[in-house]
C-alpha cells in the first residue's frame, strides 16, 4: 500500500476550507453566539477548539502545505490554551516510532506505568488513575492529570537545559496573545467560560485517544481501528482509523476511509483485530468500566 499523497499537488484544499471554516465557527461561538445564549456559545467553540486540535496534527504531519512555516502559521493562535503546538508536534511525532508504542518512558503519548512505579504510588493516586482507565475518568479527569503529568515532564526537561522544550512554551506565550486581545477585546464570552470549553474540547479528544493503543508484543498490534463514519469520526478527521493513519502518517485525513475501504481485512490482520465497530460500542464497554491495567502488563518485573 502506497501514501497516498499527491506527489505534485501543493495545496490540499480541503485541509486549507476546513481549517477557514474551523476558525469561522470560533468566531461566531465566542462573538454572536455567545452574545444570544451563553451554553450555545460554549457548545460552538468546544467544536471548533476540538477541531483545532484536530488540525494541528493534520499541519504537524505535513499539510495543507509543504512549507513547513506556511502551514505552522495556520494554527499559530493558541486557541486551545493548554498545549504549546511545538510540544505537541514534537511528542506526537516521537510518539509515532511505532516500535516504542505504550513504552511507559520512550512513547510521550502511553497511559501505562512501569510497574515498579506504580507499586510504590500511594492509595489516592492509583485510585484516580484507574478511574482515568475508565472513560467516564477519561473526560472527566483526564485532561487534568495529562497537563499536570506533561507540564511536570517539561519543567523537569527545562530544569535539565533542554532549550527545544523552553523554546516551545516560549512560543506558546506569543501564541496566546492574539487570544488574550480577541478574548478582552472581541469575544462576548466570559473568560471563565472559554476555558471550561477548552477543557472540555480536550475532554473529547479524550475520546479518540482513549482506545488508540493497547499493550501487545507486536508492534503492528498496538494501534486500534474503530469503523465509524459519525460526526465524531468527522471531528477526529478520520483518526478513528488508527492503523491507517500510523502506517501513512503523510496521507491526508480526507483520504484514509478510502484507503482503509480498500484494504480493510489487511489492516485488521496487521493489528491482530484490535477494533471496534463505533464510539457507541467504545461508550457501551468501557464508560464505567477499565479498558486494561494502568500498570504495563508487558513490562519486565525487574
Known amino acids: 500500500m502506497s501514501e497516498r499523497r499527491r506527489p505534485g499537488r501543493r495545496v490540499e484544499w480541503p485541509t486549507l476550507l476546513l481549517l477557514i471554516l474551523c476558525y469561522a465557527l470560533w468566531a461566531v461561538g465566542s462573538t454572536w453566539a455567545a452574545a444570544v445564549w451563553l451554553p450555545l456559545g460554549m457548545a460552538l467553540t468546544v467544536l471548533a477548539l476540538a477541531l483545532h486540535s484536530s488540525l494541528s496534527?493534520?499541519?504537524l504531519h505535513g499539510?495543507?502545505?509543504r512549507a513547513r512555516l506556511m502551514r505552522e502559521a495556520l494554527v499559530f493562535p493558541a486557541v486551545g490554551l493548554f498545549v504549546p503546538y511545538q510540544?505537541?508536534?514534537d511528542t506526537h511525532l516521537a510518539h509515532h516510532r511505532d516500535a516504542t508504542l505504550t513504552d511507559p518512558y520512550d512513547d510521550p503519548e502511553s497511559n501505562y506505568l512501569d510497574p515498579a512505579v506504580w507499586a510504590r504510588l500511594p492509595?489516592?493516586?492509583r485510585a484516580l488513575l484507574w478511574f482515568n482507565n475508565t472513560l467516564a475518568g477519561r473526560l472527566l479527569i483526564g485532561p487534568a492529570l495529562g497537563q499536570v503529568a506533561f507540564m511536570a515532564a517539561d519543567w523537569r526537561a527545562i530544569r535539565a537545559g533542554d532549550r527545544g522544550v523552553l523554546r516551545g512554551w516560549l512560543w506558546h506565550g506569543a501564541a496566546l496573545v492574539p487570544v488574550v486581545w480577541w478574548l478582552a477585546a472581541v469575544a462576548s464570552m466570559p473568560v471563565w467560560a472559554y476555558v471550561v470549553s477548552a477543557?472540555?474540547?480536550l475532554s473529547i479528544l479524550k475520546i479518540r485517544t482513549f482506545l488508540e493503543h493497547q499493550a501487545h508484543e507486536r508492534a503492528s498490534g498496538r494501534t486500534v481501528i474503530i469503523e465509524d463514519r459519525g460526526p465524531l469520526a468527522f471531528l477526529f478527521?478520520?483518526?478513528?482509523?488508527?492503523v491507517v493513519h500510523h502506517?501513512?502518517?503523510r496521507t491526508p485525513w480526507y483520504?484514509?476511509?478510502e484507503l482503509y475501504r480498500d484494504n480493510r481485512a489487511r489492516y485488521l490482520e496487521r493489528n491482530g483485530g484490535y477494533s471496534y465497530s463505533s464510539y457507541a460500542e467504545v461508550f457501551r464497554r468501557h464508560f464505567w468500566r477499565t479498558k486494561d491495567a494502568v500498570p504495563h502488563p508487558l513490562w519486565p518485573k525487574e
Open 199 to 201: 477543557y472540555a474540547a
Open 123 to 125: 492509595g489516592w493516586r
Open 237 to 242: 478527521l478520520n483518526n478513528n482509523l488508527h
Open 255 to 257: 483520504r484514509l476511509p
Open 57 to 59: 496534527h493534520e499541519v
Open 247 to 249: 502506517m501513512h502518517p
Open 87 to 89: 510540544r505537541f508536534r
Open 63 to 65: 499539510h495543507p502545505f
